[in-house]
T-cell receptor, first 115, second 114 residues
Framework: GDSVTQMEGPVTLSEEAFLTINCTYT??????LFWYVQYPGEGLQLLLK?????DKGSNKGFEATYRKETTSFHLEKGSVQVSDSAVYFC??????????????FGKGTHLIIQP | NAGVTQTPKFRVLKTGQSMTLLCAQD?????MYWYRQDPGMGLRLIHY???????AKGEVPDGYNVSRLKKQNFLLGLESAAPSQTSVYFC?????????????FGPGTRLTVL
């Protein structure tokens, strides 16, 4: 079945540091890829997504590129802020049946940014 | 615009008690989902619905039942709660039809079963 593997944390960085959170996936079809973010005490919200190979999703200074050849969707940000502290989830949606049967999530990466 | 709302926000049950979690969305979405979130496990799909009157099992359906009598509501029931069902439950919805669609999540319900 489908699966998503992402680096587990916590990942602790200083403010203005460069961020990379690795995400790789296995899928039987041609998935869409997502990064969701969960701030403390809240639900998940979409950070960015990419729907085909070589697409780059971007939002709030975060970027991720859909790499079909390496089955990866790594999240990057050039200069993190304390407000970026949260849990980040990589997820995929299978194209089969229009992705009706939900998202497959990684286990989440807890990011802590220190001033 | 309320988006996806969940009721209640917190609940404590004793083993064997029953309860129903309510999810409501005002975006006229076709698809709705129930997930549970456990430490170190990410989110796992419990049940989902692709339209009013339809439901299907997800990855971890045992011990739960669901109903989608109205398009805007998706109910998750626990008939006889067990400590293993202590978790944070998230409801989500999306327009439907394309795997590229974004899912929108509610704020979650934190359930403790003693």
């Amino acid at each position: 079945g489908d699966s998503v593997t992402q680096m587990e944390g916590p990942v602790t960085l200083s403010e203005e540091a460069f961020l990379t959170i690795n995400c790789t996936y296995t899928a039987t079809g041609y998935p869409s890829l997502f990064w969701y973010v969960q701030y403390p005490g809240e639900g998940l919200q979409l950070l960015l997504k990419a729907t085909k190979a070589d697409d780059k999703g971007s939002n709030k200074g975060f970027e991720a590129t859909y790499r079909k050849e390496t089955t990866s969707f790594h999240l990057e940000k050039g200069s993190v802020q304390v407000s970026d502290s949260a849990v980040y989830f990589c997820a995929l949606s299978e194209s089969v049946r229009g992705g009706a049967d939900g998202l497959t999530f990684g286990k989440g990466t807890h990011l802590i940014i220190q001033p | 615009n309320a988006g996806v709302t969940q009721t209640p926000k917190f609940r404590v049950l004793k083993t064997g008690q029953s309860m129903t979690l309510l999810c409501a969305q005002d975006m006229n979405h076709e698809y709705m989902y129930w997930y549970r979130q456990d430490p170190g496990m990410g989110l796992r799909l419990i049940h989902y619905s692709v339209g009013e009157g339809t439901t299907a099992k997800g990855e971890v359906p045992d011990g739960y039942n669901v109903s989608r009598l109205k398009k805007q509501n998706f109910l998750l029931g626990l008939e006889s709660a067990a400590p293993s069902q202590t978790s944070v439950y998230f409801c989500a919805s999306r327009p439907g039809g394309a795997a590229t669609d974004t899912q929108y999540f509610g704020p979650g319900t934190r359930l403790t079963v003693l």
